[in-house]
RNA sequence: AGGGGUAGAUGGGUGGUCGCAGGUGUAAGCCUGAGGAAAGUCCGGGCAUCAAAGGGCGGAAUGGUUCUUAACGGGAACCGGGGGUAACCCCAGGGAAAGUGCCACAGAAAAUAUACCGCCUCGCUUCUUGCGGGGUAAGGGUGAAAAGGUGAGGUAAGAGCUCACCAGCGCACGGGCGACCGGGCGGCUUGGUAAACCCCAUUCGAUGCAAGGCCAAAGUGGGUGCCGCCGAGAGGCGGUAUGGAUGGCCCGUCCAAAACCCGGGUAGGCCGCACAAGAUCCAGGGCAACCUGAAUCACCAGAGGAAUGAUCACUGUCCCGCUUCCGGCGGGAUACAGAACCCGGCUUACAGCCUACCCCUUUUU
């Protein structure tokens, strides 16, 4: 078990193109969509409207929620895209509550992935 | 001591652990990694492409003067006007006798002046008085603004009708590079609004790094005007001047036409891309903005659905409470805000704390 994010694990710009994502599960503030890739490994990204907050509160939501990813990497399924859209901005922007409330988006999402596999 | 004005600085620190991006290195590792506003995208430039980026019309911007700068709508000094006891601050601050338009409500009248009340006078009538004609902008009332202001003379009552001073206008003189200032003379006078159209002067080609250049999977070939005649067709001969580009339009200019010419270009990658109007410091010039010269520094952010983070410990600053001999303990606060090609400005946001100079008031001497 390692605790890295590279660059591989994160989405570019073509992997948004033409892609079917299946909206698997969704808390107060985010929503978990997915996608099988063409690879081993899982991969993530976040995604944040500008209307939600302004740059420092999309920045510390987005780095905050790549941190979560970092630290609990075997909550996520091997060769999916994951994609987080953040809805809104949580009161409390600590690690703490953002690790939580994915930790509960996580476990509300079981049951499509294996039906999908 | 209190209140105020101007200019500026700072934007918490140290260490551990887990991570990210770039550079370097065979590797281990080492080095570097957000701001004063990175923001708003309001101006100006560099750079890049667009057919040479040319002329005219249109359009846009600016608006006291002189400087400063790569440039500016920025900055400095000065002039004029306004505010403040003062330090100081504010002003789109050219033209209203080039023309057009507008000036609500109120008011008689809002611009070729006008007569509602009042004042004076004449006629008729008459007990008081009333009616009609004429003169009058001194007074009343309205308004943001009422046809120069104040005083004296003058008059039937009045009026720049006459005179003095003031304001404004014109003329020459003196001073200043200039905006303008000063005193003098003249005739006595032409409301406001140009962030209403407009006029004048000056400036501006357009688009922005998603500019643009190079390589290039996949997929796929494309272009070669029109008319007439000949010919089965391929094609040939002749004629016509058209088609396209110029990003608001026109002119002008450029490109393409018979046998072959050539690829263009998506995903993706690389470059553009950080040595630049650079930073620090010193000397000289200038009231200042700024300029000139010398020295030193250099891997010093370079992402790309977008790195610069998370967490723990100690600690700095400020506030509150408790305790109190220095002091200690507990709690809280620590802003605005995140590079996206790069610079120079402007504007806006900002917890707490600090510095310098200046002004006013009070007290003491």
Redesign the pocket.
């Known amino acids: 078990m390692?605790?890295?994010?590279?660059?591989n694990e994160?989405?570019?710009?073509?992997?948004?193109?033409g892609t079917q994502w299946t909206k698997c599960s969704e808390t107060k503030h985010f929503s978990l969509l997915i996608h099988k890739n063409r690879y081993e490994f899982k991969r993530i990204?976040?995604?944040i409207r500008k209307q939600v907050g302004?740059?420092?509160v999309r920045?510390?939501v987005?780095?905050?929620i790549?941190?979560s990813y970092?630290?609990h990497k075997d909550l996520f399924v091997e060769g999916y895209d994951n994609l987080i859209k953040v809805k809104r901005v949580p009161h409390k922007i600590?690690?703490?509550e953002i690790e939580d409330e994915l930790g509960n988006l996580l476990r509300t999402r079981k049951i499509h992935t294996s039906t999908r596999q």
Not at 2 to 7: E, F, S
Not at 10 to 17: H, I, S
């Open positions: 390692n605790y890295t994010l590279t660059k994160r989405l570019k710009r073509g992997d948004f193109r990204a976040v995604t302004d740059a420092v920045n510390r987005r780095r905050l790549k941190e970092r630290l600590f690690l703490k």
